[in-house]
């Protein structure tokens, strides 16, 4: 099993960066793909960004430029870095990792965007 826990969320004005963390613990040797999800209020599921073992990434196009994707594979951890944030990005953001075809959820952590 596989437990992962995100922080990092909150509120922010426009314009504004947070930082979104996720760690992973348990059994944890096989993961490979890291990524971020979002959901908005209404509004479907949506892939945010993705990152590979061997450290590619893809962006949603309404992210690219705007936000990065790390991971630090010593710290079990992966990273969203977003900045010049927008009221439309506003959402629960999920951490999910797959381990061997199997994918693993985060409990989420709420971003808002609001002056």
């Known amino acids: 099993q596989v437990q992962l826990v995100e922080s990092g969320g909150g509120l922010v004005q426009p314009g504004g960066s947070l930082r979104l963390s996720c760690v992973a613990s348990?059994?944890?040797?096989?993961?490979?793909?890291m990524s971020w999800y979002r959901r908005a209020p209404g509004k479907e599921r949506e892939l945010v960004a993705l990152?590979?073992?061997?450290?590619?990434?893809n962006y949603a196009d309404s992210v690219k430029v705007r936000f990065t994707i790390s991971r630090d594979n010593a710290k079990n951890t992966v990273y969203l870095q977003m900045n010049s944030l927008k009221p439309e990005d506003t959402a629960v953001y999920y951490c999910?990792?797959?381990?061997?075809?199997?994918?693993?959820w985060g409990q989420g952590t709420q971003v808002t965007v609001s002056s």
């Open positions: 990152i590979t073992s061997g450290s590619s990434t």
């Open positions: 348990g059994s944890i040797f096989g993961i490979g793909v």
């Open positions: 999910n990792m797959v381990k061997w075809g199997r994918p693993y």
